[in-house]
């Protein structure tokens, strides 16, 4: 299952700031690699108080720009300093997700265009 998961997650856009409520306590995160399910949420090792292993497949609200959406944890791994935080977009609020890609894509360069050189 986590194989699964892990495939979904190759497309990377710009990073967004994404603040995620599990019960009590809020975390806030930059994205790294985010799919049109879902993304991995990076957050230093200090904000998170709490254990993330009884947090996995439990239902989170996620604030991104003003806008809240539904997901759930489902993976999560500690790579030197940071948490990277695999996090599922829930069924009905994917159309709200995608909406939120296109405007983020929409603002970032292409990595192949040429630069200007004098």
């Known amino acids: 299952m986590i194989s699964f998961e892990l495939r979904s997650f190759r497309r990377t856009y710009f990073p967004m700031n994404i603040t995620c409520k599990v019960g009590d306590e809020r975390v806030r995160g930059i994205t790294s690699d985010i799919s049109p399910k879902g993304f991995c949420l990076e957050v230093p090792t200090p904000r998170i108080k709490m254990c993330l292993l009884e947090a996995l497949n439990k239902d989170v609200i996620l604030q991104v720009e ?39 894509t929409g603002l970032v360069v292409s990595s192949g265009m040429n630069h200007v050189q004098a």
């Open 66 to 104: 003003n806008v809240l959406i539904y997901g759930s944890i489902r993976w999560y791994t500690i790579e030197g300093d940071r948490y990277r935080i695999g996090i599922s977009i829930s069924k009905g609020h994917l159309p709200t997700w995608k909406r939120l890609l296109a405007e983020a």
